[in-house]
């Protein structure tokens, strides 16, 4: 006999759906409070009560909206209907209604939640829960009480039998001090589970700080949130002069990066809301440099907003005095679906776009999550991006999830990252280009990204093309080219007048640079001819030819002993031979380095001491003395932020570790080197210098600093001299033996 049999719901779901599911205190108040949010509330007040009394007792958190409210239909129908979510409701209504729906939503939010079990926060946070609520036009209020502790004394209790105490009446307890309550909801929830300390409730205003999306509140959509704790109004007054952060009471302001007038480079994205085309702007430090109109090629997405900014020093600086906070500890790049962050996106620590291991992969200088700040808008009803259920844990990896993520990195960061390291140059402090520069090379990039897109239409600042003043270039020519490109992607012809009459004027600039390169060209000659190093740093070279003279000394005994033994007839074992030879050829280059450094007039011979900072030291010595034959490698140096290393040690021999390491990748094969310096422990430097070459094999690691072994064909004496050098600096070198590519060697200094 065939049977239908229903399913029972124990009382244990209370806490699947509450406890297990809402996994912290402050995801709990987060779901409340976009609760008042979707009731559309213009602000929220959490307030917390003898919260510094024992464990528990007479514990309490009070949060209040002045939002829709709810009837006594609304409480029976939705809100104690478990799983009930009117978004849902919402949206089906919106489908039906088709291109009209515009009107329906004119004056009210999108919802933010979708599963209809946010209620259950209260049970997370305490054991008791009293809720009063009220429509504007009802006379009574309706309260509700309930004991979550009723739900798990006997799971074998079906859910749907454990009863809610429900009453009417006229006034809301006076210790609400709220007279003329028109509308709205209060949730009181006493017997609290966990102590709420300062460090927490600063912790929790920090969480809610980033709650909404600060671009989108408006007079429409306006959403305060305060926060109360009388209980810390003395450790408040205390704290006044440590910022905002540090304060507990009062409203939590949401802030604006753009507002804090932090001077830096930012790109803004946004695919429109039909999903038919991308349109990108970039700014550099208030300046507009070009914007681009383009197909949309990724087909899942629509209505999207993005704001990246880029952190330099400058600004990693302003925002940590602005804001009382490292960049680092704020947060990166946030989430927001219709004005609510969605967590754990951007938090400190959180890399959920990989920019730390693309960082790590790339030889091109990527930007990671510590040179990064901004935020992602999706607006408007996309099912395609779905919270997890396990509440705070991100997205549901959609194919929309999946497409997004290439959206950013390929439309918005990648072009970022080729203005910032291609453009304005990777750390403009250290090096910074001049006007002219940043100009041709913009107008290169300008060119360089159009030429990627999708049917693109561009505007761009006119100022970029009036680079020919006075100073010559040396990419005039290729600057034409660039500026002729230009043309047939802007539309009016005003634009394109513009453009031509500048190509003309360009080409004559170019004209009178030639003439003008023949009239000088024989003085040009006698100039380069001139040693301007040698004039202006005459006592370092002293320092240098004593350098050569005690190695010219060296090389003179070490031939004076041979010649004196082979005419003795002594017995010259390979042992004295390999020593003789080795202690030779480290004297000739020390000659070598030498000669090179004075052949480098740009070279700045004040840090070649004793006792200076060696991370400057390997940085200029790659950027100003570094052998001709090594730039079609490629040298990259990456330094810590803020890194310095006082450090007595042999210019010299520093030298011949650096050439040596970089004559073997170029040996190998290698296309870039990269040469990372950080921190090690304390008191001490890593310098990693890795390349992309064939690499070392496995078998040949242990015997590779060994003195004549070689698999390049040279003497094998090169990584001898190299960890013999190390050593006499009281440091070690080692080979990462589980590189898959290339080969990278890690030498460790301390003090």
Known sequence: MDNKIDFRISSGLKSIIGKDLITNDLIAIFELVKNSYDANSMSVEIIFKNIKNEYGKDSKIIIIDYGDGMSYDDLKDKWLFVGYSEKKDFEKELEQMGSDFRNKIQNRRIFTGAKGIGRFSCDRLGKELKLYTKKEKEDIIHSLHIDWTKFDEDQKNEFQNI????????????????????????????????????????????????????????????????????????????????????????????????????????????????????????????????????????????????????????????????????????????????????????????????????????????????????????????????????????????????????????????????????????????????????????????????????????????????????????????????????????????????????????????????????????????????????????????GLNHHVGISTATINNHLLILKNKLQRGDLITNDFLEQTIDKISLANKKISTVAKIITKAKFDMTKVKNTTDMVSFVEQYIKNVLDSKYEEMGVDVIVDDDLEFEYKFNSIGMIIVIDNLLDNARKANANRVEIRIKRFEKDGIELIIKNDGKGIPIENIDKIFDLGFTTTGGTGIGLHHVKDIIMKMRGQIMVNDSLKKGAEFIIKLKK
């Open 163 to 542: 009863k809610a105490d429900h009453a009417e009446t006229k006034y809301l307890p006076e210790e609400y001090g709220i007279a003329g309550f028109k509308k709205g909801t209060i949730l009181e929830i006493s017997l609290l589970n966990d102590y709420w300390d300062h460090k927490k409730l600063l912790t929790l205003k920090k969480y809610l700080q980033r709650l909404i999306n600060p671009s989108q509140v408006d007079e429409k959509h306006e959403f305060n949130i305060y926060l109360r704790a009388e209980e810390y109004l003395e450790e408040d007054e205390r704290n006044k002069g440590k910022g905002d952060l540090a304060i507990i009471n009062g409203i939590v302001k949401n802030i604006v990066f753009e507002k804090l007038d932090i001077k830096t480079t930012q790109i803004n994205c946004r695919i429109d809301e039909k999903g038919e085309n991308i349109f990108t702007e970039l700014i550099d430090k208030d300046k507009f440099i070009f914007s681009i109109k383009e197909k949309n090629v990724f087909p899942t997405l629509r209505h999207i907003n993005v704001k990246l900014f880029f952190l330099n020093r400058e600004a990693k600086s302003t925002f940590t005095r602005l804001m009382g906070i490292q960049p680092k500890n704020y947060g990166s790049i946030l989430f927001y679906k219709n004005g609510f962050r969605i967590h754990p996106f951007g938090d400190a620590g959180d890399d959920w776009l990989g920019l730390e291991i693309r960082r790590g992969q790339g030889w091109m200088r990527n930007l990671s999550t510590r040179e990064l700040m901004g935020r992602i808008e999706v607006l408007g009803q996309q099912p395609g991006f779905k919270e997890v259920s396990s509440r705070g844990g991100g997205l549901i990896e959609t194919k929309e999830y999946h497409e997004l993520k290439k959206f950013l990195i390929g439309k918005i960061l990648g072009r970022l990252e080729k203005y910032v390291v291609k453009g304005i140059n990777w750390d403009s402090e250290r090096k910074p280009k001049t006007d002219e520069e940043i100009k041709e090379d913009s107008l290169k990039l300008i060119n360089e990204i159009t030429g990627q897109a999708e049917s693109p239409e561009i505007k761009f600042n006119k100022d970029l093309l009036e680079i020919f003043k006075e100073k010559e270039t040396e990419k005039i020519y290729e600057v034409i080219k660039n500026i002729e490109t230009l043309k047939k992607y802007v539309k009016s012809p005003e634009e394109k007048e513009y453009i031509e009459n500048q190509v003309k004027s360009v080409r004559r600039a170019a004209i009178n640079l030639e003439r003008a390169k023949k009239e000088t060209e024989e003085k040009l000659k006698e100039k380069e001819k001139e040693n301007i190093f040698l004039k202006s740093q005459r006592e370092e070279i002293r």
